[in-house]
């Protein structure tokens, strides 16, 4: 298959380079359920390098077809899975966009629009553009809670009393103080978690998890950092698969037992992934400051 860019491409994220990221996440996993390529091309968009993000669907496409191949897999079944493959390494950026910025999320999906085959590009929404928004507000407020966790209401808390329109959904406030007042915040609970997050059903919650993360460790948010790392845990992420991570880049994750601002429920060692992750793309000449995120306290 001849691909838009290839030059450019390969200056940016080289075979051998994208196959020592996807080696990072440990486990025998489907080349389409393992979440690398995700983690991968929101770091490069969010890292404002657009380019890279067709070079890690390129890999992930070849290793889904040798893998169908292996499998004799059925012409149906084929098209379907590269279909999914196609629309997560999309949905990935479009979450991603929330938070690293719609800029950016954009150049991320037309980079990746020039590079896919038309088979595998969608004409109509995944969103269900006809779904009442209350709907959408039920939905984000259980996905919210699901990810989350012991951390809900805190979080929840804080950004209904910032800006009621930032804020999750209408609640007292969790403080005492502040018991008689009731904040009337949405935007986060519907738009956030029910209509982008979760609106899709393409990614699974502990995917968004890492997609958020990896977004915000982009951006040097470390409050942020800390809040999504531990949900992918709440969501299924577990210490074995960290903890094999950390055998196959020990040198890079020599310092991942760091602390993160003040959250201090956060198990440090799944940080280890994400700050080897960057720590390879600052080899590569990314410009992403560590000490932004790290033990700033």
Not at 15 to 43: D, H, I, M
Not at 104 to 126: C, F, Y
Not at 253 to 282: C, H, M, P, Q, W
Request: charged residues 25%.
């Amino acid at each position: 298959m001849l691909w838009p860019h290839a030059n450019a491409m390969a200056q940016i994220a080289s075979v051998e380079y994208l196959t020592q990221l996807k080696l990072l996440f440990p486990g025998s996993r489907s080349a389409l359920n393992n979440p690398w390529y995700l983690v991968a091309s929101v770091a490069f968009s969010a890292s404002n390098r657009p380019e890279g993000v067709p070079a890690v669907f390129r890999y992930a496409l070849d290793e889904l077809q040798r893998e169908q191949a292996r499998r004799a897999s059925e012409d149906v079944e084929v098209l379907k899975e590269q279909l999914q493959l196609a629309r997560r390494s999309r949905d990935c950026l479009l979450q991603s966009g929330l938070l690293s910025g719609y800029s950016r999320s954009i150049n991320g999906l037309v980079a990746l629009h020039e590079a896919m085959p038309t088979e595998l590009r969608d004409t109509k929404t995944l969103r269900d553009i006809e779904k009442p928004i209350q709907d959408f507000a039920k939905d984000g407020r259980t996905l919210y809670r699901a990810m989350y966790g012991d951390n809900a209401d805190r979080v929840q808390a804080l950004l209904d009393d910032i800006y009621p329109d930032m804020g999750l959904y209408s609640t007292r406030l969790l403080v005492p103080a502040r018991a008689d007042r009731i904040q009337t915040g949405w935007f986060s609970n519907t738009i956030g978690y029910g209509v982008v997050y979760g609106g899709a059903d393409v990614l699974t919650q502990v995917e968004s998890s890492f997609v958020i993360a990896t977004a915000n460790i982009a951006m040097g948010t470390p409050r942020q950092i800390a809040w999504h790392l531990k949900n992918a845990m709440n969501g299924g992420a577990t210490l074995e698969e960290v903890q094999a991570v950390q055998v196959n880049c020990r040198e890079e994750s020599e310092s991942a037992t760091v602390k993160i601002y003040d959250e201090k429920n956060v198990n440090v060692e799944i940080i280890g992934l994400f700050i080897a992750f960057f720590r390879t793309l600052e080899r590569r000449g990314m410009s992403i400051d560590q000490n932004d995120f790290m033990d700033l306290r």
